[in-house]
């Protein structure tokens, strides 16, 4: 007997045997690959599927924000502008008086002043004016020239400009003098 027909001619039959041949001895835990293919595929299209939408959603979403930032920019420039017609108004309702005195004058111009000094706050533009003695700060102040003062160095001596913020946002620094070291 030759050594390697001994498990058959001992009557052992199993999937190591030629005996039956390999579909003696079908697997029947683990599916076949025709039904793995079919598996996979369905679940590449699902998740094909849920990436064209999540994609679609994302775009979409953009196109949105965009479309409201638009909107947004548009819509803030015409408050804005709406806010000024009173003190436009105030303007030309002075230019009509012919008669006028300048006490008169000057009455419709501090009245007019307080309109655009709402209308500003109202839009979130607030004057920088820092009082002399305060610390000189490059974030909102510009300093045009340093002066012998008696006062601490670095310091302001004087605004010769307002500035201003919008939003804590510097749309133009003051314009200052600063005290010179001693």
Do not use: C
Request: proline share 6%; no cysteine.
């Amino acid at each position: 007997m030759h050594p390697e027909n001994s498990s058959a001619a001992a009557g052992q039959t199993g999937p190591d045997t030629d005996a039956g041949g390999a579909d003696a001895w079908p697997d029947l835990a683990a599916p076949s690959l025709e039904t793995q293919l079919a598996e996979l595929q369905a679940r590449h299209t699902e998740v094909a599927d849920a990436y064209l939408r999540a994609k679609a959603e994302a775009e979409n979403t953009r196109r949105r924000a965009e479309e409201e930032m638009s909107k947004a920019r548009r819509f803030a420039v015409e408050a804005f502008a709406e806010s000024l017609l009173p003190v436009t108004d105030s303007m030309e309702a002075a230019i009509a008086l012919s008669n006028a005195t300048n006490e008169q004058l000057l009455e419709g111009v501090h009245a007019t002043l307080r309109q655009l000094t709402q209308a500003l706050e109202r839009n979130k533009v607030v004057a920088i004016n820092p009082p002399a003695g305060t610390k000189f700060d490059p974030h909102h102040h510009q300093a045009i020239s340093v002066v012998p003062a008696q006062q601490e160095a670095n310091t302001v001596v004087a605004v010769l400009q307002k500035g201003y913020l919008i939003a804590e946002r510097v749309l133009r620094p003051a314009l200052v003098t600063v005290a010179a070291p001693k």
